[in-house]
């Protein structure tokens, strides 16, 4: 049977979830007090070095010396640190038992967060909410936060745009902008986990699927996972964390080393060379002999097993041939297949199979002994699909600023 929504902690990779409505839809479903009218201005771009960093770029242990600095006892930087990621206070207003001057300093020197919230809108009965973010130097970044009876899961962006250029994906089409910050990453997750909290829900699960190759910004994310898992703030386990990758190898094999053991996402997209490359240009650097090889290599280090997701495509790579190639390439791998049926993105010329054909795809894998199942993406009319709620916005910007 084929699930409605989604089952795991697995979201849709950037590009594969819900392409909506065209522009005007953002204006009406706006639920913040930003009128979506309002310009949306974009200050001049800053290099990382300058960027400024704010409290959810520190751990604990560089925020008690940042407090040190700042004449302020260690056990000031645990007080606030328990405001922030346990009471989840929107500001350092907030932080009552901690000396005003000491609020008033922190508000200067340190900004709690580097991200302000542009619109949330929200979808499915208000248990898909995604979130429009606004960057110091006017970037958009969008995070999605997706309630499920069981568990509630954040979807979070870890750059600005991407520079892997997948076929089929709003994100991709605009190439990178920028890395995202490690501070930058956290106040999504914080953000997502003071909406579950609005709605009497606690933030279970983090998925790395929103914009962005989380590999090709390898040292933010990390620190970012360090900063989301540490027991005494958000304490997020590893084993609640993802990351995707579209397959840098070589970071395949250093995640393999690091000390916290998350959860790892494949995107697959197809089980041949020549379709793979077509659809996703990162194969003629990493082609699926290496990355395999590299997944093998993961999984005998780690013991852990490896998600790979597929993007379902019709006439493109939903065919039976290429689901028995496909259970060819994975048999004997510890592993499970994630169906993305596609939600296809207005300006590209990719679509979603019949669900007769999705159906028949997921069961010739199953036949075959490979554990597989088809995901629908949540958020269908809210453009959930990372990359087109910035795209639209990006549109809406540019709309505003071209001379009337
Ligand atoms: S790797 Fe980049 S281009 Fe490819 S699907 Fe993800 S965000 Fe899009």
């Given amino acids: 049977m084929l699930p409605s929504s989604y089952q795991s902690d697995t979201a849709p990779r950037p590009g594969l979830a819900a392409h909506a409505d065209p ?3 953002l204006a009406a479903m706006d639920t913040t007090s930003a009128p979506s009218s309002a310009p949306i201005h974009r200050p001049k771009r800053l290099p990382m070095a300058a960027r400024p960093r704010g409290f959810y770029d520190l751990p604990l242990q560089d925020l008690e010396a940042r407090f040190a600095d700042l004449g302020a006892p260690a056990y000031r930087a645990r007080q606030a640190w328990n405001w922030a990621y346990r009471s989840l206070v929107p500001s350092y207003d907030a ?4 000396p005003a001057a000491l609020r008033r300093d922190l508000a200067e020197r340190l900004p709690l967060t580097t991200l302000e919230t542009v619109r949330d809108l929200s979808a499915d009965n208000g248990e898909t909410i995604k979130t429009l973010y606004r960057t110091v130097d006017g970037e958009l970044v969008e995070t999605v936060l997706m309630l499920y009876p069981d568990r509630a ?3 979070v962006s870890c750059q600005v745009g991407c520079a892997v250029g997948c076929a089929f994906c709003a994100t991709g089409l605009g190439g990178l902008a920028r890395n995202l910050t490690a501070g930058e990453i ?4 914080v953000g997502a986990a003071r909406q579950a909290k609005e709605r009497g ?3 279970t699960n983090i998925v790395m699927m929103g914009m962005g190759e989380p590999f090709h910004n390898y040292d933010e994310t990390m620190k970012f996972i360090g900063i989301v898992h540490d027991p005494d703030g958000l304490n997020l386990g590893a084993r609640r964390i993802t990351i995707s990758t579209s397959g840098v190898v070589p970071k395949i094999l250093q995640l393999a080393t690091e000390p916290l053991q998350v959860n790892l996402a494949v995107s697959l997209h197809s089980p041949n060379d020549e379709l793979r490359s077509r659809l996703m ?5 990493y082609p699926i002999a290496d990355l395999m090889a590299a997944i093998r290599a993961y999984i005998e280090q780690t013991g852990r097993r490896v998600s790979f997701e597929y993007a379902l495509m019709r006439g493109i790579n939903d065919s039976d041939e290429i689901a028995l190639q496909l259970a060819d390439l994975l048999r004997g791998i510890l592993c499970h297949v994630n169906i993305i049926p596609l939600n296809p993105v207005d300006v590209l010329p990719y679509e979603r199979p019949d669900p007769a054909g999705i159906e028949r795809f997921a069961a010739t894998l199953e036949r075959a002994g490979i554990p597989t199942t088809v995901r629908y993406s949540r958020g269908l009319e809210i453009d959930a699909a990372c990359g087109q709620l910035r795209a639209k916005a990006e549109r809406l910007r540019e709309d505003q600023q071209a001379p009337r």
């Fill in 153 to 155: 899961t954040v979807c």
């Fill in 281 to 285: 240009p990162i194969n003629d650097r």
């Fill in 201 to 203: 829900r606690t933030l």
């Fill in 95 to 98: 932080m009552t038992n901690l």
């Fill in 186 to 189: 956290v106040a999504q997750v």
């Fill in 23 to 25: 522009r005007g839809t």
